[in-house]
C-alpha cells in the first residue's frame, strides 16, 4: 500500500497538511512528518516538492521532500509547524518516483531519504535552487555593419565583422568568436562601444559532449535472424509479456534490435531507458544511439559534472528528450510516459548497487515498467544465473540469437595450461600459444586485445626473509605496487605509502614484488614485442573526463594495435581489427571465495573471447589457467552456455543458493572491534528471537567475521539470512533487529542491509 492510498481525506479537518521526509540521514527519523501548509504557500506546495521546514527543538531549517498531501488531522495538532518555504520552481518528483521510492524503501530495508536520494540525485538536489537549469555565457550578436566605422589597423574588429557577414549568423558565443577570429574581450568591447555588435548574456545548456567516430554511420540491416528475434519480442509484447530475456551470442546484433524497439516505444509516443553497465562502454553506446536519435537522447552517468547532470535530468522532465542512454543511476530517468527500458549486458554485477539503497537494477526497472505497463528487455551473451531461470520458469519471455551477423563465426579458443608451461621452464607472463599469437597478429598488421583483471604494477609485496605482506593500515587488504608513481596503493580505501627500503617488520632489504597487474603488463609487452603500440584501459588510465572515448578512439583509428586492460575492455566493445584475445590469467575471479565465482568467471571469459573476430578476418583466443579442467572454463571455451548453465544450477540447488533461495548479508561495522563482534551478536541473537516462531523455511548464518574484515579502518562482521521468499515477516524482523541493536547500547557502529547480495563480502 503506498503513501497515495494511505492518504484519503476523511473530512475532518478543514487544515491541509503536507507529509515530508526531512533530509536528515538518522534511521532514527525515519518516517514522513506532518507540516501544516500556510495560506499563502497553498497554491506552492505540491506533492513531489522540495521545501524548507523547521525541524527539532531548536527549529533549525531544513530542506525535504513532500511526499504525500493530506487533511487528516494528526494527533497532536496544536504543535504540527508550518512549511517555511518551496525551492525551486516546481514539482522535483513525479507521484511514480515516490512510490518507486517507497517500494525501494521496503524491499532494500534502506530509509526513506536513502531512497528519495536514488530517484532525485544529488546533483540535481544541490542546483535545484537555482531558477532556471543551464548557465550563463557571454554571446556577441551584429547590430550594424558599418565597417567604415572601423579604423585601418584594427585587423581584430574587421575580422570579427567579417566572420557574422561570412556565416551570416545571427548570434555567437564570445568563446567561439576568440577561437575564430583570434580576438579578445577588450575587441569586443570597443565594436560594443561603436554601436557595431550588442554583448549580453544567454543562459546556454550544459550538455555533455558527445562521441564521434567510434561506430560506423550506417544503419544496418537485419539478417534474418535478427528479424525473426525482433518479431517475437513484438509479438510477445502485443500479448501482454512486459519481461524479455535476449540471450544473442556476442556479435550477433543485439544493438540493432534495441534500436529498432526504440524506434518503436518513440512512434508510440513513449520514452526509453537504455543501461549499460560500464561508463567504459558508454562512448560507443551513446554514439550508436545518438547516430540514430540525435538530439532527442539524454546521457546520464557518474563521469558528467553536476552541472550536466542537472540540466540532463531537468531537460527529461521538460520532454526535451525521449531516450536516457547511462549506467546504473539511468534507470531513475524521470520520464513520465515510459515505455521501454533495455538493460544491456544484463548479468553484470555493476547493475546492484554498493551503496545505501543496496538496489538490484532490474528489480527497479520491473516496477518501473510495471506502472507504464512498459516492456522490459534485458539482453546478454551470458545471461545471470537468475534471470535465465526467470526466463525457464515463464517470469520473461525468451529470445535466442545463436549465429553472428554476416555469417561470422564465434572465435577460436585455445586453452594454456599454465602448470605445464612452468614444468617446461616457462616463467614468463606469456604461454607459448599467446607469445606465438601476439606475434602473428602483429605480422599481418591486425589488432589485439589482452585482458588482466587486476590493475597495478605487483598484486602485492612482501619479505622474502620473513614472509609478511605488506598491507594497507586502514584495511585487512594487502596493498599494490604501482611502478609509475612508485607507491603502494590500497584499492579499497585509497591510502597510499612509498615502497619501503627494508621490511618493517623483519628489517630484512629482500624486499619482493609478487603477481602482475595491467601496469606490469604493459611494460612487459613493450619490452618483449617491438612492434607493439600499447593502449592501457584500467581505473588508473581512465580517470581523466573523456578519458574513456579518448583511448577507444586512438585504438579504433589504429593509433595502436594492442588494447590491454581490465574487465572495462571485456565486454560491449565492437573493433573490426581484433582478431587475438589474450586471457592472462582466468582464475583470479574463479578463485574467489563466493557462490557466484564460476558464474562470474564464465562470463567473462566469454564475453572478452568474444572481441575477437568481429570483423572480416576470424578470430582466436588464448586463456592462461592454472584450472583448465574447471567447467567455467571448459564450456567458456567451447561456447557453451547451455552445458555451463545446467552444471552451475545443479550446484546452487545442491547448496541452496540464488534463484532458489533469496540471502540478507547484514554487515556491522566500526572502529572498535570488541563492540563490532558484540553488536553482531546482539544482531544475531535479535534476529532468532524475532524469527523464531516463524513455520517457513529460513536460517541464520553467524556471526561471523567478514571475507574484508577491515575496511577504512572499520572492523566488519556479518550475519546472513537465507531464505525461500524474503516476505515482510522476515524483513520486519530485520528491521526491527537493527533499529534495537542502534537503540540500545552499542555506540559507534553502523550496520549495512544488503538484500539478494552479489557477493558475500
Not at 518513440?266 to 560507443?284: D, F, H, M, R, W
Not at 589504429?558 to 588494447?563: F, G, K, P, T, V
Amino acid at each position: 500500500m503506498t503513501v497515495f492510498t494511505r492518504l484519503i481525506g476523511k473530512g475532518g479537518c478543514a487544515r491541509l497538511y503536507a507529509l515530508i521526509v526531512v533530509d536528515n540521514p538518522s534511521p532514527m527519523l525515519d518516517k514522513p512528518f506532518h507540516y501544516s501548509i500556510p495560506e499563502k504557500l497553498r497554491d506552492e506546495i505540491k506533492t513531489g516538492c522540495r521545501v524548507v521546514v523547521p525541524f527539532g527543538l531548536s527549529n533549525k531549517p531544513v530542506e525535504g521532500c513532500v511526499i504525500g498531501m493530506s487533511e487528516e488531522c494528526p494527533d497532536h495538532v496544536d504543535k504540527i509547524k508550518p512549511v517555511l518555504r518551496r525551492v525551486g520552481d516546481g514539482p522535483a518528483l513525479s507521484e511514480e518516483l515516490i512510490m518507486l521510492a517507497e517500494w525501494m524503501r521496503d524491499e532494500y530495508l534502506c530509509t526513506w531519504q536513502e531512497a528519495l536520494g536514488c530517484v532525485m540525485p544529488a546533483a540535481t538536489r544541490q542546483s535545484i535552487d537555482a531558477a532556471k537549469p543551464g548557465k550563463y555565457r557571454l554571446w556577441v550578436r551584429p547590430v550594424a555593419a558599418a565597417k567604415g566605422a572601423i579604423p585601418g589597423n584594427a585587423v581584430r574588429m574587421r575580422a570579427v565583422m567579417d566572420y557574422f557577414e561570412e556565416t551570416a549568423l545571427s548570434e555567437a558565443c564570445c568563446g567561439t568568436l576568440m577561437d575564430e577570429t583570434g580576438c579578445s574581450m577588450q575587441t569586443l568591447r570597443a565594436l560594443e562601444k561603436k554601436g557595431l555588435v550588442e554583448v549580453f548574456d544567454k543562459r546556454v545548456m550544459r550538455s555533455p559532449e558527445m562521441p564521434t567516430g567510434l561506430v560506423r554511420d550506417n544503419v544496418e540491416q537485419l539478417t534474418p535472424s535478427q528479424r525473426e528475434a525482433l518479431n517475437a519480442i513484438r509479438t510477445m509484447h502485443r500479448q501482454g509479456r512486459r519481461e524479455i530475456l535476449v540471450h544473442g551470442v556476442t556479435g550477433s546484433g543485439k544493438t540493432e534490435i534495441y534500436l529498432r524497439l526504440i524506434g518503436d516505444a518513440l512512434e508510440e509516443g513513449k520514452q526509453a531507458i537504455v543501461l549499460v553497465p560500464e561508463i567504459s562502454l558508454t562512448p560507443q553506446m551513446v554514439e550508436w544511439y545518438y547516430k540514430r536519435f540525435g538530439s532527442r537522447a539524454a546521457v546520464i552517468h557518474s563521469r558528467l559534472s553536476d552541472g550536466e547532470r542537472y540540466d540532463q535530468w531537468e531537460g527529461i522532465k521538460r520532454g526535451d528528450y525521449d531516450v536516457a542512454i547511462g549506467a546504473r543511476s539511468a534507470v531513475f530517468a524521470p520520464f513520465d510516459n515510459l515505455g521501454l527500458i533495455i538493460i544491456d549486458e544484463e548479468h553484470e554485477h555493476t547493475y546492484k548497487s554498493e551503496g545505501s539503497p543496496r538496489y538490484v537494477t532490474h528489480a527497479v526497472a520491473r516496477k518501473r515498467c510495471e506502472f507504464y505497463d512498459a516492456l522490459l528487455v534485458l539482453g546478454s551473451a551470458t545471461p545471470s544465473i537468475e534471470t535465465y531461470y526467470r526466463a525457464g520458469q515463464g517470469g520473461a519471455g525468451l529470445v535466442r540469437l545463436t549465429e553472428r551477423v554476416s555469417g561470422r563465426t564465434l572465435p577460436a579458443v585455445e586453452i594454456a595450461d599454465m602448470r605445464e608451461e612452468l614444468k617446461d621452464g616457462n616463467r614468463s607472463v606469456f604461454s607459448r600459444q599467446l607469445r606465438e599469437g601476439i606475434e602473428a597478429v602483429l605480422q599481418r598488421g591486425e589488432q589485439a586485445v589482452l585482458f588482466l583483471n587486476r590493475r597495478g604494477y605487483s598484486t602485492f609485496v612482501s619479505c622474502r626473509n620473513c614472509g609478511s605482506v605488506i598491507k594497507c593500515k586502514k584495511c585487512d587488504i594487502s596493498l599494490t605496487y604501482h611502478r609509475g608513481e612508485n607507491f603502494l596503493v590500497c584499492h579499497y580505501c585509497g591510502y597510499r605509502k612509498r615502497l619501503p627500503k627494508r621490511c618493517e617488520v623483519c628489517g630484512s632489504d629482500r624486499i619482493r614484488h609478487l603477481g602482475s597487474g595491467t601496469e606490469k603488463l604493459e611494460r612487459v609487452v613493450k619490452e618483449s614485442f617491438g612492434d607493439a603500440r600499447v593502449l592501457r584501459m584500467d581505473m588508473d588510465t581512465t580517470r581523466g573526463k573523456g578519458a574513456h572515448y579518448s583511448i577507444l578512439k586512438a585504438f579504433k583509428d589504429r593509433e595502436a594495435n594492442m588494447l590491454l586492460g581490465t574487465q572495462m575492455i571485456a565486454k560491449g566493445l565492437d573493433f573490426p581489427g581484433v582478431t587475438l584475445v589474450g586471457v592472462v590469467l582466468a582464475d583470479f575471479s574463479l578463485n574467489l571465495p563466493d557462490f557466484s565465482a564460476a558464474e562470474r568467471t564464465f562470463q567473462l571469459l566469454t564475453q572478452v573471447s568474444g572481441r575477437a573476430g568481429r570483423g572480416d578476418r576470424p578470430g582466436k583466443v588464448v586463456i592462461q589457467t592454472y584450472n583448465p579442467g574447471h567447467y567455467s572454463i571448459q564450456a567458456a571455451k567451447a561456447h557453451d552456455f547451455e552445458g555451463f548453465y545446467g552444471q552451475e544450477i545443479e550446484v546452487r540447488k545442491e547448496f541452496g543458493y540464488p534463484p532458489f533461495e533469496r540471502l540478507i548479508n547484514i554487515i556491522v561495522s566500526g572502529e572498535g572491534r570488541r563492540e563490532v563482534i558484540e553488536g553482531a551478536r546482539a544482531m544475531y541473537n535479535g534476529l532468532c528471537d524475532r524469527l523464531q516462531g516463524l513455520k517457513k523455511k529460513y536460517e541464520i548464518y553467524g556471526p561471523s567475521q567478514a571475507m574484508h574484515s577491515k575496511i577504512k579502518n572499520k572492523y566488519r562482521w556479518q550475519v546472513i539470512v537465507k531464505a525461500p521468499d524474503l516476505d515482510d515477516e522476515i524483513k520486519d524482523a530485520v528491521r526491527e533487529a537493527r533499529m534495537e541493536l542502534l537503540k540500545g547500547q552499542s555506540k559507534g557502529i553502523s550496520i549495512i542491509t544488503d538484500v539478494d547480495p552479489v557477493n558475500l563480502g
